[in-house]
């Protein structure tokens, strides 16, 4: 599901900022290079790596 998001906003982030702001294409390039990094980073820090704290009901 991550890679879909950071994949929908690599492609579409610099479509939609070049054809509706007219921003020349190197801009829309270098925040996606930065967007996406750091979206996985806190994404994956969050959910993957995130420390699960044990079920303390006593039933296993």
């Known amino acids: 599901m ?3 998001i ?3 906003i ?10 509706k702001l007219g921003l020349p ?4 390039i270098m925040i ?4 996406v ?3 996985n980073f ?3 820090d969050r959910w993957v790596f995130a420390e699960h704290i044990p ?5 296993g």
């Open 42 to 44: 806190v994404v994956l």
């Open 10 to 19: 690599a492609y579409g982030g610099p479509v939609l900022l070049t054809a």
């Open 55 to 59: 079920d303390q009901s006593g039933d």
């Open 2 to 4: 991550l890679a879909a």
């Open 6 to 8: 950071g994949l929908a």
């Open 25 to 28: 294409l190197i801009f829309p």
């Open 37 to 39: 990094p750091a979206i």
């Open 32 to 35: 996606t290079c930065l967007l």
